[in-house]
């Protein structure tokens, strides 16, 4: 198994300008070889493979207009040609049919106000880690790596990475060999809401931290200094700065709290079951800026690669459930429950709490769509 493995680099200024030097370059490559692939598709000329662009890259760099591409690394020019290869096999692979997901668009023309910038070295650039610790890049020096664990083995690629609020990061490719954890009993069925987090099956409940709505008063302030700048002026930059600095914390914060909450239940249950929301939906309504603070998303994703990689079960049950409504204890389908209600009673005599009930029945749902030994469904049943 392949996994990344990202820390935060600090490079000098100087290595900055080498590192804005490669972004462009990076990016002017990969402009050029998609401004000769819609040519040719206008023109109705065969389709330019990739030996060609490479050919074209080889010729380009002995013009006047393109000599400066040798001043960085060839490899991170390979890589940029390596990266449109991949946007148009997955936009003719979702064209097609073949990709399963949210449709993938034609590759776009990069630009340099991006809000990312990026260049990957692979094994060919020599790129190495040097005894004291710094990342040995090729036409750009030893960076200062701020190392919070050790990588489990030699990285086949390391990409460098300048996010919108000018931090540089590496993220090593390397192989990991996961043992799975110890087996356990439990089964856990997750409830994603608003007012909580998640309430699991077994009665836990998760809290919802709420980090965007706690900085908002932050981030406004912040937004409103930028938007009283002048275009163009420097003082404009440095107010960009800070509040993609301040998203940006926002945004790690939230990452890192999902990562600490998806690793505990993985370790603790067997099985996990979560309904199949649609979240781009939902951030579509009313409840648009709460449903992304929440990040059900990025949740259930790192659950699924969790589970995965730690030798657990995994099941998104059907969104159509009628988790709510549903009694766990007698199984009838009663009437719609509005938000506001949070407990109700069923003609069984049984008071639910609304959010445990959903997550009972989400449990029940998942086991009912896993085979069981024999091959055989499993009845809809606790």
């Known amino acids: 198994m392949q996994l990344r493995y990202t820390f935060r680099v ?16 990076a990016r002017v490559v990969y402009n050029d070889a998609l401004r ?11 389709y330019p493979t990739d030996a060609v662009l ?27 040609l390596a990266d449109l290869h991949t946007a148009y096999r997955n936009f003719f692979a979702s064209a097609t049919g073949t990709r399963t997901g949210a449709k993938v668009a034609p590759p776009r023309f990069r630009s340099r106000k991006d809000t990312r910038q990026a260049i990957r070295f692979t094994r060919n650039a020599r790129f190495a880690i040097t005894p004291g610790g710094k990342l040995r890049l090729p036409k ?14 030699e990285p086949s690629s390391v990409t460098v990475i300048q996010d919108a609020g000018g931090r540089y990061f590496a993220s090593f490719v390397v192989a990991v060999d996961e043992q799975p954890l110890p087996p356990v009993e439990a089964e856990v069925g997750i409830d994603l809401g608003l007012a909580v987090f998640a309430v699991l099956s077994d009665g836990r409940t998760i809290e919802n931290p709420r980090f965007l709505r706690r900085t908002e008063r932050r981030l406004r302030k912040a937004q409103q200094g930028l938007s009283r700048k002048q275009q163009g002026s420097a003082n404009r930059a440095k107010a960009r700065l800070r509040v993609a600095k301040a998203h940006a914390r926002v945004a790690d914060t939230r990452r890192d709290w999902a990562h600490k909450q998806s690793t505990r239940i993985i370790r603790e249950s ?83 709490d609304r959010d445990l009930n959903a997550a009972v029945n989400i449990l029940v749902a998942g086991r009912a769509e896993r085979l069981n030994a024999c091959g055989g469904a499993v009845s809809l049943s606790a």
């Open 54 to 80: 490479s050919h074209q890259l080889t010729m380009a760099k002995k013009t006047p207009e393109r000599a400066w591409l040798t001043e960085v690394s060839a490899v991170v020019l390979q890589q940029a």
């Open 36 to 46: 000769t692939r819609r040519t040719a598709h206008t023109s109705g000329l065969p």
């Open 270 to 352: 067997q099985a996990v079951f979560v309904e199949d929301l649609c979240v781009k939906g939902l951030a579509r309504t009313r409840l648009a800026k709460s449903v992304h603070d929440a990040g059900w998303g990025m949740f259930t994703r790192m659950l699924e690669e969790k589970a995965a990689r730690y030798g657990r079960s995994f099941h998104k049950v059907d969104r159509w459930l009628p988790s709510t409504r549903r009694c766990s204890v007698c199984g009838v389908v009663g009437d719609r429950k509005p938000l506001p209600v949070r407990i109700w009673t069923c003609g069984c005599g049984v008071t639910h």
């Open 140 to 153: 750009i020096g030893d960076i200062a790596v701020r190392w919070s664990r050790e990588l489990p083995s």
């Open 10 to 25: 600090y490079p000098t200024p100087g290595q900055q300008n080498a590192l804005a030097r490669a972004f462009g370059c």
